[in-house]
């Protein structure tokens, strides 16, 4: 297929505003994204786009339906080739969508619960747009055979005609002055006995650490892309996305990355363990982040997470390669300060991307370690799906590069609720008055963002 695919390329010196790209180019589609990249000093490109015409494909599989890791790893390596070379350090095309944590069916997990979301939603993006922030320029692209390149070249003119202005709009809170804690699925009883369970596990040797997890259930949203605008401003973060399929929603404003791999090789995972709330007085806002960072518990979170990751990375890196150049650095966000490690690989030859995720899926960060020993402990005391959260979101290129983030302060929105996942990490020495605020904070970060 690669060789009969073309990329036409329309390049402006100018960083157009994502906001009114989609509105403009994306709304009216029936499946749209939006990885958005301008919200943090970061500077990462964001990409917005769908899948029409007729090379138009989104392919939506659940754990039970065959191996979606395969079938994804097959339908890029039938589109493998060269791309525009403006395009080779942001989105290059490929596939834009979400691994759901169920998948772990299919990497040494076990299937012990149904989601009603999708467990993995792939969109092949053959109409997109990449902002590239740092450098203030836009590409406007279209991925196409020779008989489309008409309807391609339309496409592009009126992009350039319909998305170069800026949409001011005001934006409401859609669940403003509700109670979250109500209407947690686990009340707050129930999640402190799941802690007692798993503090009961840690002291019999199964396991080192469990990464606990709730779901607060809210009714559904008129506009799930309203959700999103008003979650992005009030919690913005580097790897904040916006995923619609039909009546299916993904509002993500997730700081963490799961695992990102480079035109090189080189393979990278950036866990979170450890967070605590920002403070509106800057003294004491400085205080809480060197609490966090010094915090033995925090620490010794971390410690075990990195490990794991070291073990994931390893089984498809070059022997002695894999390395940890930043260990526990606190970043501060609008909402939380957090502690971050870089975990990093190059991979073997032989590997590509689809094989690094599945050597390092579902996220160890949201399981807790030994990986598969944990997961079956969390099979037992989690009372429902995960879902889309907890799994990987983000995009894999026909380069062989990936971006993906772990499903973290997310909404999921479909007609009939919208639910958002929280949780957090159990070890021996944990409080669990202090576990279980921690998980509230992670749900209302969400929603409400800092100081609600």
């Known amino acids: 297929m690669s060789t009969s695919l073309r990329w036409s390329v329309e390049h402006l010196d100018e960083a157009y505003d994502g906001e009114t790209v989609y509105r403009e180019l994306f709304a009216a589609e029936p499946t749209a994204f939006w990885l958005d990249g301008s ?33 994804l790893q097959g339908l890029l390596a039938g589109r493998r080739g060269a791309v525009p070379p403006e395009l080779a350090e942001v989105f290059s095309g490929g596939y834009v969508g979400f691994f759901g944590y169920e998948l772990k069916a299919l990497t040494g997990g076990s299937a012990a619960h149904e989601a009603p979301t999708p467990d993995s939603l792939w969109i092949w993006a053959n109409r997109f747009v990449v902002i590239d922030h740092a450098r203030a320029q836009t590409f406007l692209v279209a991925v196409h055979t020779e008989a489309e390149s008409a309807d391609a070249e339309a496409w592009l ?17 859609p669940f403003a002055g509700l109670d979250l804690e ?55 973060a580097p790897y904040a996305a916006f995923v619609r399929h039909g009546e299916l929603a993904v509002a993500s404003s997730s700081p963490e990355r799961f695992l990102a791999i480079d035109a090189d090789g080189w393979a ?48 498809v890196s070059v022997p002695g390669s894999v390395q940890v150049p930043q260990l526990m650095a606190v ?3 609008e909402t939380v300060h957090q502690l971050v490690t870089s975990v990093r690989g190059k991979l073997r030859p032989e590997v590509d991307a689809i094989d690094a995720v599945r050597a390092c899926f579902p996220p160890g960060s949201m399981t807790g370690a030994p990986k598969i020993r944990t997961m079956q402990l969390l099979d037992e005391l989690e009372s429902s799906a995960r879902g889309v959260y907890s799994g990987a979101l983000g995009w894999l290129s026909v380069d062989g590069r990936a971006d993906l983030s ?11 609720e919208t639910v958002v996942g929280a949780g957090g990490a159990i070890v021996l020495d944990s409080d669990p008055q202090a576990e279980y605020d921690e998980m509230l904070l992670k749900a209302r970060a969400a929603v409400f963002g800092r100081g609600r």
């Open 39 to 71: 919200l943090v000093p970061t500077g990462r490109a964001s990409v917005l786009g769908t899948s029409t015409g007729p090379g138009a494909e989104v392919v939506v599989r659940d754990a039970s339906d065959g191996d979606a890791f395969t079938e």
């Open 157 to 173: 003119r009126r992009a350039e005609r319909s998305a170069s202005s800026w949409y001011l709009g005001e934006r409401v809170t």
């Open 182 to 236: 109500a209407r947690l699925e686990q009340d707050r009883e129930t999640y402190l006995a799941g802690i007692r369970a798993c503090r009961e596990a840690l002291e019999a040797g199964q396991t080192y650490e469990v990464c606990l997890t709730n779901r607060v259930r809210l009714p559904a949203v008129v506009d799930p892309f309203e959700f999103f605008l008003a979650q992005r401003e009030v919690n913005p």
């Open 268 to 315: 990278e995972c950036r866990p979170i363990k450890g967070t605590a709330p920002r403070l509106d007085d800057a003294e004491k806002d400085r205080i809480v982040a060197a609490e966090l960072a010094a915090d033995e518990k925090t620490r010794a979170e971390n410690l075990m997470i990195v490990d794991l990751i070291r073990n994931d990375l390893g089984r």
């Open 331 to 333: 970043e501060t966000y």
């Open 406 to 416: 772990v499903v973290i302060r997310t909404a999921v929105l479909t007609p009939a």
